[in-house]
Structures are given as C-alpha cells and as structure tokens.
C-alpha cells in the first residue's frame, strides 16, 4: 500500500464478514494500481489491457471483487479515470460498449445469476460483447411501460414476437436487454418481463436505419418466433418494470457524461477548434466558449457527487440531472464548436457515407459530426422533456401527469393499429 501525505482512506464499501480483515484501499493506492497496469500491459492491446483492468479490479471499482470492481465507494472510479489518461491509449467506456458497460454490467450485478457474471461482465468490458438495449417500439417511446412485443412460456424457454426500434448497435451486438410483454392482461406496468437475449438467435432479424449524421448507427429489430432462455430472465416474472426502470436510470447516468476527466470529452472538441480559429474572433466568442467551459464543469462535478449517492447497482433519479444537462449542454457545444470554425462551420467536409459504424458515435472528435450526433442527445435514453418530468415528479415531488392507462389490463387500452 503507498503511503502519502495526500492519502485519503476508504473503507471497503463491501461488508467484512466477522473475523474477516477488513480491506482498506487508500486513494494512492488505487492509483499505484492503476499505474502497475498501465506498466504491465500495452494499452493498445485492447482486450488485454482492458481484461487485466478488470481482473485488478478496476474497471468498476465499485463492484464486488472478482466482478471487476474491489468493492469502494464509486466516486474512486475517477482516480482510476484520472491515472488511465496517462495510458498509450485512453478508451472512452461510453462509446466503446455504451450499452454493456453502461446499462447491461449494473444490471447484471443486481439482478444476473453467477452464471450470468461469469460469462457476461468481462466480456462486455473488454468490448468483445457489444450490447443493445431491445425497449422502445413504434407505438412505445417515451411510454415505453405500452410495449406490445410478447413473449409465451414454453418450457424452459420464452417464445418471442414483435418489433423493437432505434435499438443502437443491435447490427454489431452479441447480446440485448429485452423487455416484453408477459402477461397482456395485467395493467402495462406489471405485464412486462425482461430478458437477456441472444441477438444470433434464429428468427431475430436486424434492419439498418440512417439517421442525420448519415451513419446506420441504430436498426430495426424484428422478432418472429424467437428463443429466449428463461434462466437469462432478469427479476421475476412481470417485474420487468423495475429492471426497466433501474436499466434506464443507468443509461441516463451513462449518457450523462459519467466519470470524466477534467476538459475532455466533447467541450475537448470546441477547445481543438478554438486554439486554431480564435484569431477569427472577439471576445465575445470568447465568452461563450468560457460559458460552455464553465457548464461542462458543473456537469462534470454533478456527475461526480452523483456518483457519491449511487449504489453499485441503481442510481436514483438524481440521475436524469446529469442527462438533462448533458443534453441540452452537447447540443450547445456542437453549435459553438461549428461557430467557432467560422465559413468553413458551413461546410460539411466531402463524403456523407451512408456506413454502419460498429460503436455509438458519442464520442464524436470532428465538429461537424458532433454538431449532427449531438442533435440526438435530448432524445435518446429518454427525451429532455420526460427528464424534467421526472425530475419535476420524483425529485421535486410535483403532482404527477394524468394517467388514465395505469390501472387498466394493457390488453384493454385502446391503441391504433
Ligand atoms: C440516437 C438514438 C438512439 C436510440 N437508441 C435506442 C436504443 O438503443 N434502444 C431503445 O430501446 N431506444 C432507443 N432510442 C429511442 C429513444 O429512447 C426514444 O426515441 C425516446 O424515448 C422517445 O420516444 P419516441 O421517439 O417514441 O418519441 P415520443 O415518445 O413519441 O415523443 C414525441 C415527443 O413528445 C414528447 N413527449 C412524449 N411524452 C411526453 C410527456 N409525458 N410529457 C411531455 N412531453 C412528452 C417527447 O419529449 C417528444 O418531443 C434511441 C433514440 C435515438 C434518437
């Protein structure tokens, strides 16, 4: 363990069992760690650097030892976030896996069997499983509790039918969280069921769709008689509300910037554009790439304390703070960072190819590009407008919408087609 007048002492959040020795991992310490890894093993050797990471217990230094974690509180995620930047190369977990790290590894850590953490958590880290999330449909979006695809017991196995929709990388994806409608005469909230869901499968087809930045990142996914296993069930029977709920609580946390280091990320990109092009401007662009500057730091200490209330597995709905923010942040970087280029801002660089990337372009590095992906960032994971709904209902503790559906069997609203 290293010593230091800096050190700070952390109590293993992971319960000692008695007459067990309690572990005590100082901040040092994990930052001894981190930089042994770095030292043992090439960082451009993606899936070793990143297997060794979480072996080590690093990659969610949360976790429970052996899941990849080493059982602290989240917050030393970014001493380790801060220690990698110091890596021959530096993975955005975000963009690399957005789904599996963000989404499928909490969930699989509250709700997954052994089995399942065997064979999922290191594999979704290393980024050799990519996942996608299977929720919203063309009649459920924001209602996304309305789903209509089914899924019919049949032994050890679920039957699958329906059509899911922008489900993100399901053309590169080994495996999605799949929520389903299980019992169609329960109200909408209690009939849904969740799954793990083997997207080789026979009879899951997946169907490209382009959107603005002219990339296929997202599909179709259409389900005709597909085979689920009900041991990759995640919660009970008709509890996939919840699993749902605390699957987009993650994403939201996720989507909202996560751990990041100081100045990077996407105002990193307004910073690249502004060091070549401030000699085409004043002091008032100047203002504005501080004001930006300022808000990404708010958004990054938020993240932070966010990251203090968070359990391993579920954060709260403080979460869809930092989404909010996030959102409506990136939209406002990606105007600037075009501004900030001056005439050339008009100019989409030549070639708009119509290609199917293999990771979620969130991470987005030219400013073109950036401007045209963030558009999609107040809707993805849950619109601004439903997030300041929640934050105005479960945060605020403000009345609640209307909702006439709530009580009836989802098999008895009425809906088009
Ligand atoms: C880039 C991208 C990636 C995506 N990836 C995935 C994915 O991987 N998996 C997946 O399942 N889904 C994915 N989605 C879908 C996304 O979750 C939905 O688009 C989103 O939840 C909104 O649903 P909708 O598009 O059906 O819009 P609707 O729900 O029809 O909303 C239309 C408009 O009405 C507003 N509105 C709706 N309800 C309310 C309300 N109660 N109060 C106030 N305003 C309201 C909305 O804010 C919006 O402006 C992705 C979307 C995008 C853009």
Redesign the pocket.
């Known amino acids: 363990m290293v010593a230091g007048s800096r050190a700070r002492w952390v109590r293993a959040a992971v319960p000692a069992r008695k007459g067990s020795i309690v572990t005590v991992i100082s901040e040092d310490d994990v930052r001894a760690r981190v930089r042994a890894l770095i030292a043992d093993v090439d960082a451009n050797d993606r899936v070793a650097f990143r297997g060794t990471q979480f072996d080590r217990g690093l990659a969610w230094v949360h976790f429970p030892e052996g899941r990849g974690g080493l059982g602290l509180s989240p917050k030393m995620q970014t001493v380790v976030a801060a220690e990698l930047q110091n890596a021959a190369r530096v993975y955005d977990d975000i963009a690399l896996n957005p ?1 599996g790290i963000g989404m499928a590894a909490p969930l699989l850590v509250t709700y997954g069997s052994d089995e399942m953490l065997d064979r999922f958590l290191r594999r979704i880290f290393t980024g050799e499983d990519i996942w ?5 449909e063309p009649g459920a ?4 509790a309305s789903l209509a695809t089914r899924a019919v017991r049949d032994g050890d196995e679920w039957i699958v039918n329906g059509q ?1 929709v ?3 990388l399901g053309h590169v994806s080994n495996f999605g969280l799949l929520a389903a409608r299980t019992d169609p005469d329960q109200p909408k909230h209690k009939g849904m069921s969740y799954f793990v869901v083997d997207m080789h499968e026979a009879g899951v087809e997946v169907r490209p769709l382009f ?1 603005i930045t002219g990339e296929a ?2 599909n179709e996914v259409f389900f005709t008689d597909a085979r689920v296993r009900h041991e990759y069930m995640l919660g009970q029977e008709g509890d996939g509300w919840n699993v749902a709920v605390a699957t987009l609580m993650n994403e939201r946390v996720a989507l909202g910037g996560g751990v990041r280091s100081r100045g990077s990320g996407p105002i990193e990109v307004v910073l690249e554009a502004w060091r070549d092009n401030q000699h085409l401007h004043g002091p008032a662009m100047r203002d504005r790439v501080a004001q930006l500057w300022i808000r990404s730091e708010v958004l990054r200490f938020t993240n932070q304390r966010a990251r203090t209330v968070a359990k391993a597995g579920t954060p709260g709905p403080e979460g869809s703070i930092g989404k909010l923010l996030s959102a409506e942040l990136n939209k406002d970087i990606g105007e600037c960072a075009l501004d900030v280029l001056g005439a050339a801002g008009m100019l989409h660089p030549a070639g708009y190819p119509m290609d199917r990337p293999s990771h979620a372009g969130l991470d987005a590095r030219d400013p073109y590009r950036m401007f045209l992906r963030m558009r ?1 960032q107040s ?8 997030m300041r ?1 929640i934050l105005g209902e479960r945060v605020l503790g403000l009345p609640k ?1 209307p909702a006439t559906d709530r009580d009836l069997a989802w098999s008895k609203v009425p809906r088009n087609g």
């Open positions: 789904i996608c999330q299977l929720f919203s979006g924001s209602d996304v899911k922008w489900t993100t959107q990142e997202f999609a809707i993805e994971g849950g619109t601004s407008e439903v709904n919408e």
